[in-house]
């Protein structure tokens, strides 16, 4: 474990230089990622010009919803997603190769690879959606977010983190996969608007083969004093199976992998 931890603090600061030697990139992300925030804001204002709530969810409420879907959303695409989404390219250019020769987790390590440092702003700033939404609405106890909140968030998190890894890992198996990562990501976009507005065969696959509720919604649910201690229960264990079948699936397709040497 120590040398996972020094590993993984070596790569950070590696990150870190490559953002200061490309600061117009590392500015633009950021400019990028507020505009997509901004927009995403004021069409909630829009929405909520004409009525009082959607399925339930008031402005206020969805404002958490956008801020909660933002956060989680930054948080993966400034840790390990970057790295994850090479996967399909070290395949078909040969690297996968030397990753394999080292000796340490090839999962960890492609995962480890890259870090966004830009998006460290964009996340106060979904912190600061999220305070501003429970402050002009709703808000559940503290002690239940304290005990709610943390869990929901870190499982939603690793059930994201596993569906990326578990759709690049096709890469071993299809040249591209672009057709399929860009279907999930449209899917996700749906996630920062309340799902019980496409009826209840939506919400049961949200809940289950395409865990966007539980990812999502959930942990504004938990802010917000509308979930349920068996919701509560049930994230960590849809956690738990999708992070073992990602790992399962990547060691299943690099024992098929056949080096180009």
């Known amino acids: ?82 790295g994850i989404k090479r996967l399909p390219d070290l395949v078909a250019d040969g690297a996968m190769d030397f990753i394999l020769a080292r000796p340490v987790d090839s999962q960890f390590l492609i995962a480890a690879e890259r870090f966004r440092f830009s998006r460290v702003l964009v996340i106060l700033a979904d912190v600061g959606l999220i305070a501003y939404g429970l402050t002009i609405g709703e808000m559940a106890p503290w002690h239940t977010i304290i005990l709610r909140f943390p869990v929901l968030v870190v499982s939603g998190y ?20 672009n057709n399929v990562w860009a279907l999930y990501d449209g899917l996700e976009g749906i996630a920062k608007y309340p799902l019980d ?5 939506i919400k049961l696959l949200s809940l289950t083969i ?18 349920t201690t068996l919701e509560v229960l049930y994230a960590p264990v849809v956690a738990a199976i999708f992070f073992a079948v990602a790992r399962w699936f990547y060691q299943y397709s690099v024992r098929r992998y056949s080096s180009v040497a």
């Open 197 to 201: 507005v496409f009826g209840r065969h």
């Open 158 to 177: 690793i059930i994201a983190l596993s569906v990326v890894y578990l759709l690049h890992t096709l890469g071993f198996w299809f040249l591209r996969i």
């Open 210 to 227: 395409v865990p966007l509720t539980v990812m999502f919604m959930f942990p504004a649910q938990a802010l917000l004093g509308r979930i």
């Open 1 to 82: 474990m120590r040398r996972y931890l020094k590993l993984l603090k070596i790569l950070v600061r590696v990150s870190f230089i490559r953002a200061l030697m490309f600061r117009a990139a590392f500015y633009m992300d950021i400019a990028y990622s507020f505009i997509w925030l901004g927009l995403f804001f004021i069409i909630i204002q829009i929405l909520f010009s004409h009525t009082e709530e959607i399925a339930g969810w008031s402005r206020a409420n969805l404002i958490v919803l956008l801020g909660v879907w933002s956060f989680l959303d930054d948080l993966g695409a400034g840790t390990f997603w970057d």
